[in-house]
T-cell receptor
Framework: DAKTTQPNSMESNEEEPVHLPCNHS???????IHWYRQLPSQGPEYVIH???SNVNNRMASLAIAEDRKSSTLILHRATLRDAAVYYC??????????????FGRGTQLTVWP | NAGVTQTPKFQVLKTGQSMTLQCAQD?????MSWYRQDPGMGLRLIHY???????DQGEVPNGYNVSRSTTEDFPLRLLSAAPSQTSVYFC?????????????FGPGTRLTVT
């Protein structure tokens, strides 16, 4: 089970901020929230992850709701290269499934010049 | 570092043929996984390994075998190819050190079974 819900598609103009939402109402206390993206004809690549606090890195920011039932990936200035499918994933750290990722269908982000 | 490499990039098989998809990583990662991605879908886990000599099944293991004799290599074998196995196959590796567990994916193998 993917365990997350994302919009099928979103659009943005170049150089504008993009907020990609994700709902994960059944998240458990030990689940980390991961975001990966997949550029056309490539394998997924890691974007960012977090547990409870908001996180920033060179690629994006991750805002996590206080109840952890939703999160938002923020691209501060979209570029054409950011056009990709973005996956919001709960990382399973239980026992033998340590670190496993469950991919849903993700959100297809289109960036217009 | 080359990261995660996969061969071949493309492959066409006839129903019933067998083949091995190769995956190698040079990051000394303990964990390696195989996923398949069907058109318009997310990735589904086929098999994974938490170290040399240790493998386990994922969500869709039927029709596939794996083994892990070294840390670097994790080949995926299709025993008797079926059209339903037409897909793009991705190999990934990661280390559980720290809390990132960032997975590194290969470029994929596009397989068509006729």
């Amino acid at each position: 089970d993917a365990k997350t819900t994302q919009p099928n598609s979103m659009e943005s103009n170049e150089e504008e901020p993009v907020h990609l939402p994700c709902n994960h109402s059944t998240i458990s206390g030990t689940d980390y929230i991961h975001w990966y993206r997949q550029l056309p004809s490539q394998g997924p690549e890691y974007v960012i992850h977090g547990l409870t606090s908001n996180v920033n890195n060179r690629m994006a920011s991750l805002a996590i709701a206080e109840d952890r039932k939703s999160s938002t990936l923020i691209l501060h200035r979209a570029t054409l290269r950011d056009a990709a499918v973005y996956y919001c994933i709960l990382r399973d750290d239980r026992g033998s499934t340590l670190g496993r990722l469950y991919f849903g269908r993700g959100t297809q982000l289109t960036v217009w010049p | 570092n080359a990261g995660v490499t996969q061969t071949p990039k493309f492959q066409v098989l006839k129903t019933g043929q067998s083949m091995t998809l190769q995956c190698a990583q040079d990051m000394n990662h303990e964990y390696m996984s195989w996923y398949r991605q069907d058109p318009g879908m997310g990735l589904r886990l086929i098999h994974y390994s938490v170290g040399a000599g240790i493998t386990d099944q994922g969500e869709v293991p039927n029709g596939y075998n794996v083994s892990r004799s070294t840390t670097e290599d994790f080949p995926l074998r299709l025993l008797s190819a079926a059209p339903s196995q037409t897909s793009v196959y991705f190999c990934a590796s990661y280390s559980p050190a720290g809390n990132s567990y960032e997975q590194y994916f290969g470029p994929g193998t596009r397989l068509t079974v006729t």
